[in-house]
């Protein structure tokens, strides 16, 4: 992975970012953030390793989020410290990373921080986060842990103590701590080895498997309900005909607002070498 700087940030940024440690250790076969991750990414990624780049101004939140490993360090004596963690299924070592994570062994409970935005909280965790804790309680239990208990501890980096005094589902504190519900253990075990197995396939496959929709963050195409002289919409809805009926009632106009796979378009690391994403690009060359 190169590194670019095309915003002209300080340089004491630029080489944090450069020399960033992660992963600690040995990492296996699979991390566990990949493995609950689209194994066309993974693949890419290894295929262009040597060609991938990323600018240092889109690493800045993952730098702030390293940033908690460093606060948990000085916190909690008695939680366990090990970095990584590892177990093995299907013939591949998993392993998983806990300096972002803390785990109480005499309560089994097991703490994930994450830095993120208030409103990524305001309906709960997210379905990503439940996966990652479980594998992670997986890797414990493996490891000897008797995790019973998840939860994410969120480090709010946009609250507004004016958006609290608001109300409603906005969180009340800068800190907010959510339960993550904890899977049987029948229902972990399968998940795992179905993971590894998909991740497997697509290391032998002649075509890559497609990413699925909410691997490419894909939001859907909406239909806003306008009237002229104003310019919020009076309804976003996705279906096209309740949209219509709504502005014939409101004697408006309906705007249609494209989808898109904000992840394709925007964040993904290898979308440059993805035929999914873009029909030509470089997927199979390599293969
Ligand atoms: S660019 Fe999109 S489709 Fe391609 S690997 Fe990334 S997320 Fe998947």
């Not at 998909?198 to 699925?212: F, I, R, S, V």
Request: hydrophobic share 40%.
């Amino acid at each position: 992975m190169h590194i670019t700087n095309n915003a002209n940030l300080p340089a004491a940024i630029v080489e944090a970012v450069t020399n960033d440690p992660y992963p600690h250790g040995r990492v296996g076969d699979i991390t566990a953030t990949s493995l609950i991750d689209a194994p066309r990414i993974r693949v890419l990624r290894r295929r262009h390793a040597d060609e991938l780049t990323e600018d240092a101004a889109e690493r800045i939140w993952a730098l702030l989020g390293q940033a908690v490993h460093t606060i948990l360090e000085r916190a909690e004596p008695s939680a366990v410290t090990e970095r990584r963690l590892y177990a093995e299924v299907d013939g591949w070592q998993v392993s998983g990373q806990f300096d972002r994570a803390v785990l109480y062994p005499e309560t089994g409970l097991l703490q994930d921080y994450k830095v993120t935005s208030a409103w990524a909280v305001v309906n709960g965790f997210k379905p990503e986060w439940g996966r990652q804790l479980n594998v992670l309680r997986w890797l414990a239990l493996h490891n000897g842990y008797p995790v019973t208990r998840l939860q994410v501890v969120a480090l709010l980096r946009d609250w507004s103590r004016g958006k609290a005094a608001q109300g409603g589902r906005y969180p009340q504190h800068q800190v907010a701590v959510l339960e993550v519900p904890v899977w049987a253990e029948n229902v972990l075990e399968d998940y795992i080895r179905e993971r590894v197995q998909l991740h497997q396939a697509a290391e032998q496959a002649q075509e890559l498997p497609e990413c699925t929709p909410e691997e490419r963050w894909e939001r859907p195409t909406t239909y806003a309900v306008m009237r002229k002289g104003r310019k919020s919409a009076i309804r976003v809805l996705e279906d096209p005909e309740a949209a219509a009926q709504r502005a014939e009632q409101e004697g408006g106009y309906v705007e249609t607002r494209p989808g898109r796979a904000v992840r394709c378009e925007e964040y993904c690391p290898v979308r440059d070498f993805c035929d999914q994403a873009r029909p030509g690009a470089r997927a199979e060359e390599a293969a």
